[in-house]
Every structure is written in structure tokens, then in C-alpha cells.
């Protein structure tokens, strides 16, 4: 089955550049998200990157994608201490875009 | 919009009791989706349902646990029994069909099974 891999931990000091790394293996996949989970909260969706594509930028993130790798990752530009959260890369394919996500990656900004 | 709604926020039961946890998702949106957050195996998907229907149940644990859509403003998810191992959050989403891309998160039910 499809199957999404992310490194457990990262941690950066504010003001630096984060960069978040995904793996995935279902080269069917249609879309790529990031999501951001602060705790005893919910999802939020960040950004998302057609499988056509092979980069996308939204103010300070940047997400790049290289298809052949199946390789994703998120650079947070100028890192906050707001930004400590737990970060999901998910893929999803078919018409319900279900999700399959990675184990989420727990971002640590120091002062 | 209120977003999704998830109730209870928290839920402390005994092994062997029927826990019920409820969603109301986001008005209009078709799909709905139950998922389990974990420490052992992440965030899983359980279910999700098409215009009230069950589509895919392929991710539910066991026989213990079932879901129902009875109308497009609400979904249950529950457990009969419970047991320790299902302590968990249980994530429902919502997402309207068309060319939308995101899913919607409610804010999840914390349970402990004791």
C-alpha cells in the first residue's frame, strides 16, 4: 500500500530557514499537502502541490516536489518560534482524496 | 461557517463500556472522513462516506467499531466494547466534492479507555 516517510524531529533557531522532508512511494498520487498540527489541536491545511508540478510558493513557504524521487519537501523561510508545531506531509489519490499521511515531523524553533 | 464539530473533546471511559463520538461536518461538503491518531501508528484513516454512503470502512480495526452517516449534517463513529488500545484521537473531516482539494479538520475527541 502507499506509504509516506518523514524525519521525526528538526530543530532551527528563529530567524533561520526550515526544511522539512517527505517521502512517498505511490507514484499514482494526485496531490501533496502539508499540514501543521499545534498541539491538543486539530489539522490545518498550509499548502498543497499538484503532481505536476515541481514547486510552489506561498509567502514564506516553498514547497518542492521531484516526482521521479518521490521526494517532497517544505522550506519555512525566517522560522518563528509561532511555527513549533508538528508538520504531516500527506499524499492522495483517487476521486475522495482520501489521505495517507507521514508521521509527522516535530518542528522545535529555538530563541 | 462554524467549521467541523467534533463532540465530546474529551472522553475518559472503562474498558468494556460503548463510547459514541460524534462529528457534524462542514455544511454542504459530501465527503466525511473518520481518522485515528496515534502514537504507534499515526494518523490512520478509519472511513469515509460519499453523499452519506460508506464508501471505503477498509481502514476500521475490528468489528468493535462502527460508523453511520443517518443525514449530511451528522456521523458517529462507536466502539462496543471499548479497550485500552483504542485510546487514541479520533479526527473527523470534510471536504465538498468538485475540483476542492482540501480536507477540513474538526478539532479532534481525545479518548482514554482505562
Known amino acids: 500500500g502507499e506509504d509516506v516517510e518523514q524525519s521525526l524531529f528538526l530543530s532551527v533557531r528563529e530567524g533561520d530557514s526550515s526544511v522539512i522532508n517527505c517521502t512517498y512511494t505511490d507514484s499514482s498520487s494526485t496531490y501533496l499537502y502539508w499540514y501543521k498540527q499545534e498541539p491538543g489541536a486539530g489539522l490545518q491545511l498550509l499548502t498543497y502541490?499538484?503532481?505536476?508540478?515541481d514547486m510552489k510558493q506561498d509567502q514564506r513557504l516553498t514547497v518542492l516536489l521531484n516526482k521521479k524521487d518521490k521526494h517532497l519537501s517544505l522550506r519555512i523561510a525566517d522560522t518563528q518560534t509561532g511555527d513549533s508545531a508538528i508538520y504531516f506531509c500527506?499524499?492522495?489519490?483517487?476521486?475522495?482524496?482520501?489521505?495517507?499521511f507521514g508521521s509527522g515531523t516535530q518542528l522545535t524553533v529555538l530563541p | 461557517d462554524a467549521g467541523v464539530i467534533q463532540s465530546p473533546r474529551h472522553e475518559v471511559t472503562e474498558m468494556g463500556q460503548e463510547v459514541t463520538l460524534r462529528c457534524k461536518p462542514i455544511s454542504g461538503h459530501d465527503y466525511l472522513f473518520w481518522y485515528r491518531q496515534t502514537m504507534m501508528r499515526g494518523l490512520e484513516l478509519l472511513i469515509y462516506?460519499?453523499?452519506?454512503?460508506?464508501?471505503?470502512d477498509s481502514g476500521m480495526p475490528e468489528d468493535r467499531f462502527s460508523a453511520k452517516m443517518p443525514n449530511a449534517s451528522f456521523s458517529t463513529l462507536k466502539i462496543q466494547p471499548s479497550e485500552p488500545r483504542d485510546s487514541a484521537v479520533y479526527f473527523c473531516?470534510?471536504?465538498?466534492?468538485?475540483?476542492?482539494?482540501?480536507?477540513?479538520f474538526g478539532p479532534g475527541t481525545r479518548l482514554t479507555v482505562l
Open positions: 462516506f460519499n453523499n452519506n454512503v460508506p464508501i471505503d
Open positions: 502541490i499538484f503532481s505536476n508540478m
Open positions: 500527506a499524499e492522495s489519490s483517487g476521486s475522495a482524496r482520501q489521505l495517507t
Open positions: 473531516a470534510s471536504r465538498i466534492s468538485g475540483g476542492a482539494v482540501e480536507q477540513f
